[in-house]
Protein backbone atom coordinates (compact mmCIF):
# COMPACT_ATOMS: atom_id res chain seq x y z
CA UNK A 1 0.00 0.00 0.00
CA UNK A 2 2.80 2.20 1.00
CA UNK A 3 4.06 1.81 -2.93
CA UNK A 4 1.40 3.58 -3.82
CA UNK A 5 2.81 6.64 -2.64
CA UNK A 6 5.72 6.37 -4.57
CA UNK A 7 3.89 5.38 -7.72
CA UNK A 8 1.49 8.20 -7.63
CA UNK A 9 4.20 10.87 -6.39
CA UNK A 10 5.67 9.46 -9.81
CA UNK A 11 2.16 10.06 -11.43
CA UNK A 12 2.10 13.77 -10.77
CA UNK A 13 5.24 14.25 -12.38
CA UNK A 14 4.03 12.09 -15.75
CA UNK A 15 1.48 10.75 -17.08
CA UNK A 16 2.05 6.34 -16.02
CA UNK A 17 0.63 3.45 -17.61
CA UNK A 18 -1.11 1.07 -16.40
CA UNK A 19 1.54 -1.72 -17.48
CA UNK A 20 4.23 1.14 -16.17
CA UNK A 21 2.26 1.24 -12.92
CA UNK A 22 2.44 -2.33 -12.35
CA UNK A 23 5.82 -2.90 -13.04
CA UNK A 24 6.96 0.11 -11.06
CA UNK A 25 4.74 -0.98 -7.76
CA UNK A 26 5.91 -4.72 -8.46
CA UNK A 27 9.97 -3.71 -8.56
CA UNK A 28 9.28 -1.58 -5.22
CA UNK A 29 11.09 -2.05 -2.07
CA UNK A 30 10.30 -1.17 1.16
CA UNK A 31 13.17 -1.01 3.94
CA UNK A 32 13.53 0.73 7.64
CA UNK A 33 16.99 2.52 8.22
CA UNK A 34 17.74 3.61 11.75
CA UNK A 35 18.56 7.35 12.61
CA UNK A 36 22.16 7.71 11.69
CA UNK A 37 22.37 5.21 8.78
CA UNK A 38 24.71 5.95 5.77
CA UNK A 39 22.99 5.17 1.90
CA UNK A 40 25.62 5.19 -0.36
CA UNK A 41 25.73 4.98 -4.06
CA UNK A 42 26.63 1.28 -5.17
CA UNK A 43 28.42 1.62 -8.92
CA UNK A 44 27.26 3.60 -11.59
CA UNK A 45 23.81 3.48 -11.47
CA UNK A 46 22.11 6.18 -9.65
CA UNK A 47 20.38 5.58 -7.16
CA UNK A 48 16.90 6.71 -5.99
CA UNK A 49 14.70 6.72 -2.23
CA UNK A 50 11.53 8.23 -1.30
CA UNK A 51 11.04 9.35 1.98
CA UNK A 52 7.66 8.08 3.55
CA UNK A 53 8.92 8.60 6.72
CA UNK A 54 11.92 10.32 8.17
CA UNK A 55 13.93 13.15 7.43
CA UNK A 56 18.07 12.99 5.81
CA UNK A 57 20.91 15.36 4.96
CA UNK A 58 22.84 15.04 1.80
CA UNK A 59 26.56 15.95 2.34
CA UNK A 60 30.32 15.68 1.34
CA UNK A 61 33.25 15.97 3.34
CA UNK A 62 36.38 18.13 2.37
CA UNK A 63 39.54 17.42 2.20
CA UNK A 64 40.43 18.31 6.08
CA UNK A 65 37.63 16.15 6.96
CA UNK A 66 34.99 18.96 7.92
CA UNK A 67 31.56 18.15 6.92
CA UNK A 68 29.12 20.19 4.11
CA UNK A 69 25.41 19.61 3.55
CA UNK A 70 24.15 20.84 0.85
CA UNK A 71 20.78 19.08 0.63
CA UNK A 72 17.92 17.78 2.95
CA UNK A 73 15.02 15.95 2.33
CA UNK A 74 11.33 15.24 4.32
CA UNK A 75 8.59 13.07 4.25
CA UNK A 76 6.97 12.64 0.48
CA UNK A 77 10.43 13.58 -1.15
CA UNK A 78 12.51 11.84 -3.93
CA UNK A 79 16.32 11.23 -2.94
CA UNK A 80 18.32 10.82 -5.87
CA UNK A 81 22.23 10.11 -5.26
CA UNK A 82 24.39 10.33 -8.22
CA UNK A 83 27.96 11.29 -9.31
CA UNK A 84 29.19 12.36 -6.03
CA UNK A 85 32.63 11.17 -6.88
CA UNK A 86 32.76 13.15 -10.11
CA UNK A 87 31.61 16.47 -8.60
CA UNK A 88 33.78 17.43 -5.79
CA UNK A 89 31.05 19.25 -3.99
CA UNK A 90 28.09 17.51 -4.03
CA UNK A 91 26.88 15.42 -1.93
CA UNK A 92 28.40 11.55 -1.79
CA UNK A 93 26.36 10.40 0.58
CA UNK A 94 22.80 10.20 2.86
CA UNK A 95 22.40 10.51 6.10
CA UNK A 96 19.31 9.50 7.78
CA UNK A 97 18.34 11.99 10.83
CA UNK A 98 15.70 10.25 12.56
CA UNK A 99 14.21 6.36 12.05
CA UNK A 100 13.12 6.40 8.57
CA UNK A 101 10.65 3.75 6.10
CA UNK A 102 11.93 4.41 2.56
CA UNK A 103 11.15 2.51 -0.99
CA UNK A 104 13.51 1.88 -3.57
CA UNK A 105 14.10 0.47 -6.48
CA UNK A 106 16.93 -1.93 -7.48
CA UNK A 107 19.32 -1.18 -10.10
CA UNK A 108 18.13 -4.33 -12.12
CA UNK A 109 15.08 -2.46 -11.82
CA UNK A 110 15.94 0.92 -12.67
CA UNK A 111 17.39 -0.50 -15.90
CA UNK A 112 14.90 -2.64 -16.61
CA UNK A 113 11.55 0.34 -16.23
CA UNK A 114 13.94 2.47 -18.17
CA UNK A 115 14.62 0.01 -21.33
CA UNK A 116 11.12 -1.35 -21.28
CA UNK A 117 8.88 1.23 -20.94
CA UNK A 118 8.05 4.28 -23.08
CA UNK A 119 7.55 6.57 -20.42
CA UNK A 120 10.74 6.04 -18.09
CA UNK A 121 12.97 8.10 -19.81
CA UNK A 122 10.44 11.15 -19.75
CA UNK A 123 9.70 10.47 -15.53
CA UNK A 124 13.44 10.17 -15.17
CA UNK A 125 13.91 13.44 -16.88
CA UNK A 126 11.28 14.81 -14.67
CA UNK A 127 12.63 13.30 -11.42
CA UNK A 128 16.16 14.83 -12.56
CA UNK A 129 15.00 18.34 -12.98
CA UNK A 130 12.86 18.13 -10.02
CA UNK A 131 15.59 17.10 -8.30
CA UNK A 132 18.29 19.83 -9.85
CA UNK A 133 15.11 22.30 -9.09
CA UNK A 134 15.63 21.33 -5.15
CA UNK A 135 19.19 21.53 -5.43
CA UNK A 136 19.39 24.94 -6.53
CA UNK A 137 17.18 25.94 -3.38
CA UNK A 138 20.49 26.26 -1.19
CA UNK A 139 21.92 28.82 -4.15
CA UNK A 140 19.07 30.97 -3.44
CA UNK A 141 18.84 30.65 0.17
CA UNK A 142 22.52 31.45 0.75
CA UNK A 143 22.34 34.52 -1.53
CA UNK A 144 19.34 35.96 0.50
CA UNK A 145 20.21 38.43 3.61
CA UNK A 146 21.16 35.28 6.27
CA UNK A 147 18.38 36.15 8.42
CA UNK A 148 15.73 36.08 6.18
CA UNK A 149 17.25 32.92 4.26
CA UNK A 150 16.93 31.22 7.68
CA UNK A 151 13.31 32.30 7.78
CA UNK A 152 12.67 31.26 4.39
CA UNK A 153 14.32 27.80 5.39
CA UNK A 154 12.19 27.36 8.16
CA UNK A 155 9.12 27.48 5.87
CA UNK A 156 10.62 25.07 3.97
CA UNK A 157 11.90 22.49 6.01
CA UNK A 158 11.58 21.28 9.58
CA UNK A 159 13.78 23.36 11.25
CA UNK A 160 13.21 22.31 14.83
CA UNK A 161 13.91 18.63 13.82
CA UNK A 162 17.79 19.32 12.32
CA UNK A 163 20.61 20.39 14.09
CA UNK A 164 22.02 23.70 14.40
CA UNK A 165 25.33 22.88 12.97
CA UNK A 166 24.03 21.18 9.72
CA UNK A 167 21.25 24.41 9.49
CA UNK A 168 24.65 26.16 9.40
CA UNK A 169 26.40 24.22 6.96
CA UNK A 170 23.56 24.23 4.82
CA UNK A 171 23.33 28.06 5.08
CA UNK A 172 27.05 28.27 4.82
CA UNK A 173 27.40 30.40 7.56
CA UNK A 174 29.04 29.80 10.94
CA UNK A 175 27.14 27.89 13.98
CA UNK A 176 27.58 30.37 16.25
CA UNK A 177 25.98 33.10 13.67
CA UNK A 178 23.40 30.32 13.52
CA UNK A 179 23.03 30.45 16.60
CA UNK A 180 22.66 34.21 16.93
CA UNK A 181 20.14 34.51 14.49
CA UNK A 182 17.85 31.62 16.06
CA UNK A 183 17.88 33.55 19.19
CA UNK A 184 17.62 37.20 17.94
CA UNK A 185 14.10 35.42 15.76
CA UNK A 186 12.82 33.85 19.31
Excluded at 56 to 63: F, P
Amino acid sequence: MKNLQLTDHFASLYPLGDPFRKALSGALTQKQYKKGDILRQNGQTPMIWYIQKGLAKGYYQDQEGKEHVTRFWKENQVMLLAGGQKIPAAADRIMLLEDSQLTTLSDSSILFLYHSFAEAPKLSSKIILNDRNQGELRSFLCSMPTPQGYAAFQQIFPSARLLLKDIASYLEISAGRMSTIRKNIE
